[in-house]
T-cell receptor, first 118, second 112 residues
Framework: GAVVSQHPSWVICKSGTSVKIECRSLDFQATTMFWYRQFPKQSLMLMATSNEGSKATYEQGVEKDKFLINHASLTLSTLTVTSAHPEDSSFYIC??????????????FGPGTRLTVL | KQEVTQIPAALSVPEGENLVLNCSFTDSAIYNLQWFRQDPGKGLTSLLLIQSSQREQTSGRLNASLDKSSGRSTLYIAASQPGDSATYLCAVPNTGGFKTIFGAGTRLFVKA
């Protein structure tokens, strides 16, 4: 089946630094990827939709200058948390829609990245 | 606007019990519904995907049903095991169909 990977799986950083998280579709091409965040014991909240070759679409309340998204290829999207603060500590999960195979409406999820900002 | 509700929020059962998790959604114009499992601190594992033309899907001890007209889905777990302990999330497309909306999940604990 389709596989989505994320790197790193966890990261600890100091307040004020920037952190980049990668999301890759390993065996399929994805023109659209999604970035979610999940606070402890809460569900996933969509942050933004990442479109290959164009600007990301952000959900209401998500600062686009703080959460930079780049979808430079059909298999890679990156989320950069700029000037991270403790309140940005969360579990970040990406997903990708499989465009090429039957069942193209299915989203495949990455394993997540746990960000802790000290 | 699509909203997804899952009941119960948490459930604790002894091993071997059959159980039902409920999911309801407000906009019935969906093209599919997915059930996911999430272990603590981990990502999502897709369990079952039901297309809008289907009424149910089965995988092993799991059976998911879909009633679009009433905006409901159930996930039935037969003969529960401690390894089934996890959070189960229901997800449907939003109104318009491009994004995925998740329920808050049901945290299941199966006691040995």
């Amino acid at each position: 089946g389709a596989v989505v990977s994320q790197h790193p799986s966890w990261v600890i950083c100091k307040s004020g630094t920037s952190v980049k998280i990668e999301c890759r579709s390993l065996d399929f091409q994805a023109t659209t990827m999604f970035w979610y965040r999940q606070f402890p014991k809460q569900s996933l909240m969509l942050m933004a939709t990442s479109n290959e070759g164009s600007k990301a679409t952000y959900e209401q309340g998500v600062e686009k200058d703080k959460f930079l998204i780049n979808h430079a290829s059909l298999t890679l999207s990156t989320l950069t948390v700029t000037s991270a603060h403790p309140e940005d500590s969360s579990f970040y999960i990406c997903s990708a829609k499989n465009q090429g195979l039957a069942g193209a409406d299915t989203q495949y999820f990455g394993p997540g990245t746990r960000l802790t900002v000290l | 606007k699509q909203e997804v509700t899952q009941i119960p929020a948490a459930l604790s059962v002894p091993e071997g019990e059959n159980l039902v998790l409920n999911c309801s959604f407000t906009d019935s114009a969906i093209y599919n519904l997915q059930w996911f499992r999430q272990d603590p601190g981990k990502g999502l594992t897709s369990l079952l995907l039901i297309q809008s033309s289907q009424r149910e899907q089965t995988s092993g001890r799991l059976n998911a049903s879909l009633d679009k007209s009433s905006g409901r889905s159930t996930l039935y777990i037969a003969a529960s095991q401690p390894g089934d302990s996890a959070t189960y999330l229901c997800a449907v497309p939003n109104t318009g169909g491009f994004k995925t909306i998740f329920g808050a999940g049901t945290r299941l604990f199966v006691k040995a």
